[in-house]
């Protein structure tokens, strides 16, 4: 007889179930001093989830499926209250998940097969509320009419298969392979070009129509700034094979690990500003460097265009090997050794000037591992264990994109002498040009390639340790104390100078060694300032309380206290990288480079 059993599920939150917003710190745009806290009212809300699961076997004891789908569906509605009206928008997301595999079992083979699809289609976005009044943006409706069809679209799918063979009673092989692919593109953004007030009107409002007033909005006054990311395509690809073998003797034994991994990732973008953006600044003279062209402004200030985008593609590999030994060695102790090491190569996005942007071979990233586990008493009561590691991290592709060619970005200057400022784009820049360099831009993106980067380069790494013990209270309850450091060793940054011209430019290398041990002077930063080494450690203790599962409950309670320390939050700016659909400045908010990007992996 063959059995199939599956499930159903519906679930359901919103704002119905939620608490009101919290008050939110509002800055006044007028002269940019004054504070205060709005409470917005709440905006309904509303997160439905469906689906099921079904499983059983095709032949029986042999080969068996498992599939489910479970969609979901977001919405949310913000009623906005702007200088000319008011209206509503909403945003619709779609998220499903659909999962199938099939499984072969046989006495010295096991193999599966899976497939994970995960689309996400939205449309209407929204943005949040900045003026000072409950619910409201300082700007007219017409520069929130582009959110209302304004969404993106996600394909995901990932394939993997893996078959274990039992070679003898002490020994298998692993065999693993995976193909992961992820598109993303905005939808719905208008090909208009966006213009912002860097400063208020306000001492020109007497001669300027009253149409244009209005005080900083650095966000966009006709249409929200956007980024239209036509595709932005990431395929990895992955092969690993492990093999295990158990040796034992009289009170000793070994589980011996070695394995082999390729790791293929490739990556293709085409992202940019329709037109460039715009930004104004009202009444005001530009100067860069003490260097001033001219008067340094127009009639009514002075504006810039700029020109940013990030296009080509790139692709490398990954190698790995990796050595490991568990060594029951008697009754009571038990030490885990190994030993990873990778071979890296990082890539440009400009093959033409240069293929690789640096490798690193076998040797440089040698990663050792030492465990050991103690049982006190022989009788699994109280057990004393401690481990340290070496883990190094494989390079972001957000460095490759802003650093080799992917990304630019061309800032043009020009005097403001039309008030027909909707009209300003790349193609449309009327005015003096006040660049320092007369017929060219400041490049804010300077390529780094083989002249910008350390040869002594070493690969981002870090270390581990953890020590704890762990006591059995009674039959079911076990109470354990863990302590866990983690140490950054070495790192590597872009970091920026400005060139003989006013460009800015990048050295990548690691901060505070090699060619970056010292500063750039920029005229604040006196010569021969040392750079601070990068510095981030994580300590936490944890007191854990477990009850398993017995007469009809378990229970278990934990308390952490931990505390993040350093100077360094990571590789992505802070002040640069903005989600593509909520405009949010955040070090870890950039959705692109989390799915370009791996921690390190374990040792097997």
């Not at 127009?298 to 490991?324: F, P």
Request: net charge positive; proline share 5%; hydrophobic share 30%.
């Amino acid at each position: 007889i063959y059995t199939f059993r599956g499930e159903g599920h519906y679930y359901y939150q919103g704002s119905a179930l939620a608490a009101a917003p919290v008050k939110r710190l509002n800055l006044d745009p007028l002269d940019d001093k004054t504070v205060r806290y709005v409470q917005d009212k709440e905006s309904p809300e509303r997160q439905n989830e469906f689906g099921g699961s079904i499983g059983g076997p095709i032949v029986r004891n042999k080969l068996f499926f498992f599939g489910s789908y479970s969609p979901r569906n977001e919405h949310r509605t913000n009623s906005y209250t702007m200088t000319d009206g008011s209206r509503d928008i909403s945003r619709n997301i779609w998220k499903q998940q659909a999962f199938g595999k099939v499984s072969y079992s046989a006495r010295r083979l096991n193999a599966s097969f899976s497939t994970l699809w995960t689309p996400t289609t939205a449309k209407g976005t929204l943005d949040t509320f900045k003026s000072s009044l409950p619910n409201s943006l300082a700007a007219r409706l017409s520069s929130i009419d582009p959110q209302v069809n304004r969404g993106y679209e996600i394909n995901q799918v990932n394939t993997s298969g893996s078959v274990d063979i039992t070679l003898t009673n002490s020994s298998f092989l692993s065999v693993r392979g995976g193909l992961f692919h992820d598109r993303y593109s905005d939808t719905g953004i208008p090909n208009v070009t966006s213009y912002a007030y860097q400063t208020p009107t306000t001492t020109l409002n007497a001669i300027i129509p009253a149409a244009l007033q209005g005080g900083t909005n650095t966000g966009g006054v006709n249409t929200p700034r956007a980024q239209i990311t036509a595709f932005d395509t990431t395929k990895r690809k992955s092969f690993d094979v492990d093999y295990n073998h158990v040796i034992t003797t009289k009170s000793q034994v070994h589980t011996f690990k070695a394995g082999f991994g390729v790791q293929d990732l490739a990556n293709d973008i085409n992202s940019f500003y329709p037109g460039g953006y715009v930004n104004i600044f009202w009444d005001r003279a530009f100067s860069f460097g003490g260097q001033t062209v001219g008067t340094g402004r127009g009639t009514y200030g002075y504006y810039e265009v700029n020109d940013r985008r990030i296009t080509n593609k790139a692709g490398s590999n990954i190698k790995s090997l990796y050595v490991q030994d568990q060594w029951a060695a008697g009754q009571h102790l038990t030490l885990s050794l190994g030993l990873r090491t990778e071979h890296e190569v990082v890539p440009t996005f400009r093959p033409d000037i240069l293929k690789n942007a640096f490798d690193f071979g076998w040797g440089d990233k040698l990663a050792p591992r030492l465990g050991a586990a103690y049982d006190v008493w022989g009788d699994g009561k109280a057990k004393l264990f401690a481990s340290w590691g070496r883990y190094y991290d494989w390079t972001k592709y957000e460095l490759p994109r802003g650093s080799f060619g992917a990304e630019t970005w061309c800032i043009y200057y020009r005097t403001l002498d039309t008030l027909a400022i909707d009209t300003l784009s790349l193609g449309n820049m009327p005015g003096r040009d006040l660049w320092t360099t007369a017929g060219s831009c400041r490049d804010r993106r300077v390529p780094s390639f083989a002249g910008s980067i350390d040869p002594d380069l070493k690969p981002m790494r870090q270390s581990s340790f953890n020590v704890g013990t762990e006591y059995q209270l009674n039959r079911n309850s076990v109470l354990s104390i863990h302590y866990l450091r983690n140490d950054l060793l070495e790192t590597i940054e872009d970091i920026g100078f400005l060139d003989a011209s006013g460009d800015e430019g990048y050295l990548i290398g690691n901060p505070g060694k090699g060619q970056t041990s010292i500063q750039f002077p920029t005229g604040l930063t006196p010569s021969g300032q040392p750079t601070p080494k990068p510095k981030r450690q994580y300590d936490a203790l944890q007191l854990e309380w477990t009850r398993r599962f017995s007469k009809n409950y378990f229970f278990s309670a934990n308390y952490t206290l931990s505390r993040l320390y350093g100077n360094y939050a990571g590789l992505a700016s802070s002040d640069e990288i903005r989600t593509p659909t909520t405009g949010v400045s955040s070090a870890t908010a950039d959705r692109k480079s989390t799915r370009l990007n791996s921690s390190h992996i374990p040792l097997s």
